[in-house]
């Protein structure tokens, strides 16, 4: 059983947005950091987001700042990222994933947890 679920990701024109959203599957993530993460085509993975548990120690990779936002809500059990003004290079596998303890940088070794991924492609 995969531990989280990601939906959301499509394909859009330069400019327009994507909400991306995360859900666990059969546990809960309540006290773990969260990330969202990204893959493209022959690059190795990378932090876009990340969040603590309560939402008071956020993350961005400096190539989404002021564009992308993280938020979870641990009522709803759910984790989203809300990406506006999407530029091509934002095209990539986006992967929700848990972990911890909180880090910044952030290290990929620490998440334990990971979604398939959901598809985010951006064209021109």
């Known amino acids: 059983q995969v531990p989280l679920v990601e939906s959301g990701g499509g394909t859009v024109l330069a400019g327009a947005s994507l909400r991306l959203s995360c859900a666990p599957s059969?546990?809960?993530?309540?006290?773990?950091?969260m990330a969202w993460i990204r893959q493209a085509p022959g690059k190795e993975r990378e932090f876009v987001a990340t969040?603590?548990?309560?939402?008071?120690?956020?993350y961005y990779d400096d190539s989404v700042k002021g564009r992308f936002t993280i938020f979870r809500d641990n009522v709803k059990n759910t984790i989203t990222l809300q990406m506006n003004n999407l530029k091509v290079e934002d095209t990539a596998v986006y992967y929700c994933?848990?972990?911890?303890?909180?880090?910044?940088?952030?290290?990929?070794?620490?998440?334990?947890?990971w979604g398939q991924g959901t598809q985010v492609t951006v064209s021109s």
């Open positions: 969040v603590w548990w309560n939402n008071s120690r956020i």
């Open positions: 059969g546990r809960t993530f309540i006290r773990y950091t």
């Open positions: 994933a848990a972990g911890g303890p909180w880090t910044v940088p952030p290290h990929l070794s620490l998440f334990t947890w």
